[in-house]
């Protein structure tokens, strides 16, 4: 009986705390327009390559608080060309900022991806980001380019440019 009256408290109260997390929420999409720089480097020759571009990212929430999946797509400048990559990605929450009776201030997640290039380039990866208040990602990104045996490396700010829900007050 002690042990189903516990286990019955401890369900209750994931619940409770589940349901006060507002990052990730259940159904959510969102879109981000990100700005990437950074270097494409062998680290054994030099010079090393300038690369910067602009990505759209739409992404859905699918396991509620932790988990998005969605797309990468985007352009890029590098080796004096313009080029294209595009891929799916994923991100997994693994930190929420908590600002006490404000509510949450942002999360820290994991973005891992896999883009392919149009000059032959299929890059392996991911990147920490910092979410806050749900508007402003700073980030950085490193990927393999396993096919042209590169590394990518850069920093990255992204925007929010969906709308946010409006959450109904009782």
Same mark, same amino acid.
């Not at 991806?113 to 032959?120: C, P, R, S």
């Given at each position: 009986?002690?042990? #189903?009256?516990? #286990? ?26 990100r700005l990437h720089n950074g270097m494409v480097t062998t680290f054994h020759s030099s010079p ?11 992404? &859905?929430?699918?396991?509620? $608080? ?11 400048? #590098? ?27 942002? $999360?820290? $997640? ?5 883009? &392919?290039? #149009? ?29 042209? $045996?590169? &590394? &990518? ?18």
């Amino acid at each position: 009986m002690k042990t #189903t009256v516990v #286990t019955s408290c401890l369900m209750c109260l994931t619940i409770f705390v589940a349901a006060q997390d507002p990052e990730f929420p259940k159904n959510e999409f969102i879109m981000h327009l990100r700005l990437h720089n950074g270097m494409v480097t062998t680290f054994h020759s030099s010079p090393d390559s300038y690369v910067g571009g602009l990505q759209l990212i739409p992404q &859905w929430t699918v396991v509620e $608080n932790h988990l998005r999946i969605g797309a990468v797509a985007g352009g890029f400048y #590098t080796a004096k060309k313009l080029q294209a990559l595009a891929g799916p990605t994923i991100s997994l929450k693994l930190k929420t900022f908590s600002l006490k009776n404000l509510g949450s201030g942002g $999360n820290i $997640n994991l973005a891992l991806d896999h883009l &392919w290039g #149009t000059e032959q380039q299929r890059l392996l990866g991911g990147s920490v980001n910092v979410d806050i208040f749900n508007l402003i990602v700073p980030g950085i990104s490193v990927h393999r380019d396993y096919h042209l $045996n590169d &590394w &990518w490396i850069q920093g990255t700010i992204a925007f929010r440019i969906s709308k946010l829900k409006k959450i109904p007050h009782p």
